[in-house]
């Protein structure tokens, strides 16, 4: 199984960017998806989560009510859609699968395949 990430780029504070995952070799109805992040110089921090049926969705406190995860099966791929981003997000975006999980998790440790990255920047 392999993902690929992108939609990165450079957005404005306060603007909106939409970022996709897509699977490879695997059918995205098996996982559960997650998106992380890393910033620079900080560790990598998850983002949020969707479940198979994408009925949980999962988020970390700091994105919450800007930040929304859907999945489209029939597609083999996975978005989160940042509304109203600021420079606290500038960060590489990684997508990630969970094959084994019975539900969302914020762990990285539960996913076991992992897209490339994709850069965000945030202008102010």
């Known amino acids: 199984v392999q993902l690929q990430a992108f939609g990165g780029g450079l957005v404005q504070d306060g603007g909106s960017l939409g970022l996709s995952c897509e699977v490879f070799?695997?059918?995205?109805?098996?996982?559960?998806m997650g998106w992380f992040r890393r910033a620079p110089g900080k560790e990598r921090e998850f983002v949020a989560a969707?479940?198979?049926?994408?009925?949980?969705?999962y988020y970390t406190d700091s994105v919450k009510g800007r930040f929304t995860i859907s999945r489209d099966d029939a597609k083999n791929k996975v978005h989160v859609q940042m509304n109203s981003p600021n420079p606290e997000d500038t960060a590489v975006y990684y997508c990630?699968?969970?094959?084994?999980?019975?539900?969302?998790?914020?762990?990285?440790?539960?996913?076991?395949?992992w897209g490339q990255g994709t850069l965000v920047t945030v202008s102010s």
């Open positions: 990630a699968a969970d094959l084994r999980g019975r539900g969302v998790s914020a762990v990285e440790i539960m996913y076991q395949f």
């Open positions: 070799g695997g059918s995205l109805v098996d996982y559960v």
């Open positions: 969707i479940s198979r049926d994408g009925v949980t969705k």
